[in-house]
């Protein structure tokens, strides 16, 4: 009995698209125009269904007769997609050849260089693009990347009298960061050469992905402004989790966990690394003794003594064979009142190290085992 279940229409033009390349690939080109352009045609299907090797399968097949705008702009799209960068630069820039004010083309490349980190030139690219009249979304986010790889985050900052502007904005062509003090209806503004303003100008034009939102906490975070990448990043952490997993979740904790170092919040710094290494222990794992050492180091600048052995604690567990760090907690333990454990650990630091340059006074220390002579040394 035949089956009552059918495929869904988006399954069977898949299906269709895949047999037909599949004949028409067995078949092989006999040199004629018309079947070159059939195989377009399939071609452009299987892009559209996202079936980029199969769409440069059949393109291959048209290349050795017939090579037009259409099949170096396919042959770009499918390659890129694949991740083949070489390719697809070599294709769209010949597309452009013969086709030089296609936007979308412009745009294409534009994400090829800058996968391939040629950001100089993704922007030139895209600003032909925006000459050309395009105002896509996307062009305005691709310009933001560009620019914040290259460090033009806010570009050459300006006060400028602006009485209608708002914070956070664009006003006749700036982005307004923030009001100048005292002084009625002026800003600090970036200009239009700079990530924050195209990022500003992607947003207005309808996108708020979370890679735009990320790369918002992004350029506050390397333009120093450490405070706003922090709001930032803490509307985004939990989506980020739930989002994203491996490399990408582990780099933007390790962000945020920078950005809370520069406003002083070292539990957040600490609570940041510590999601990177569960996110990617490979990438951040050989970081962490050093990672608690720092904040070690805050807690004691502020008179911490419990943050600062917590953290010595834990970056012993990193590195337990590491002398200089068993002798530090050493000394913390003796601050606080734990003689015997501070005799402990000193005892760990002459074994892992004889010839230490403290040992004379570690032995004394061990000797007299009285907490009144025990004194932290500077």
Not at 272 to 301: I, L, W
Not at 329 to 340: F, P, Q, V, W
Not at 361 to 376: D, K, N, Q, T, Y
């Amino acid at each position: 009995m035949a089956s009552s279940t059918r495929c869904s229409s988006i399954q069977c033009v898949q299906c269709f698209a895949c047999i037909l390349a599949c004949v028409v690939h067995a078949q092989g080109l006999d040199g004629s125009a018309e079947q070159a352009d059939r195989s377009l045609e399939v071609a452009k299907e299987l892009v559209l269904q996202n079936q980029f090797e199969q769409a440069v399968l059949m393109l291959n097949d048209v290349a050795p007769v017939y090579r037009s705008y259409e099949f170096h702009h396919l042959m770009g799209l499918a390659k890129h997609r694949l991740g083949e960068s070489a390719g697809a630069r070599r294709h769209l820039q010949e597309a452009l050849r013969i086709r030089p004010t296609s936007r979308d083309d412009l745009i294409l490349l534009a994400e090829v260089l800058i996968d391939g980190e040629k950001f100089s030139l993704a922007i030139e690219a895209l600003e032909s693009a925006q000459r050309l009249g395009s105002k896509d979304a996307h062009l305005h986010l691709n310009l933001a990347r560009a620019y914040h790889r290259i460090g033009v985050d806010l570009g050459e900052l300006e006060v400028r009298l602006l009485p209608e502007g708002r914070v956070g904005r664009l006003h006749q062509g700036y982005y307004l960061i923030e009001p100048v003090a005292r002084r009625l209806g002026e800003f600090l503004v970036a200009p239009k050469r700079s990530a924050i303003y195209h990022l500003q100008k992607a947003r207005d034009a309808g996108l708020q992905s979370l890679p735009l939102r990320i790369l918002e906490g992004d350029i506050w975070l390397t333009a120093h402004r450490y405070g706003q990448a922090v709001a930032v990043y803490a509307v985004l952490q939990d989506e980020v989790q739930e989002r994203m997993e491996g490399s990408e979740g582990a780099g933007f904790q390790s962000r945020f966990a920078d950005a809370c170092l520069h406003v002083d919040d070292v539990e957040g710094y600490v609570a940041h690394m510590e999601k990177a290494v569960a996110s990617d222990k490979n990438a951040f794992g050989p970081v962490m003794c050093a990672v608690y050492q720092t904040a070690a180091r805050h807690c004691s600048a502020d008179g911490d003594l419990s943050g600062y052995l917590r953290h010595l604690k834990s970056a012993l567990a990193y590195e337990p064979a590491d002398a200089d760090l068993h002798y530090k907690y050493g000394n913390a333990l003796l601050e606080a009142g734990r003689n015997e454990d501070a005799i402990h650990q000193w005892r760990i630091t002459m074994e892992l190290d004889p010839d230490h340059a403290d040992r004379t006074r570690m032995l004394e220390r061990i000797r007299s085992a009285s907490p009144r002579s025990l004194l932290r040394p500077s």
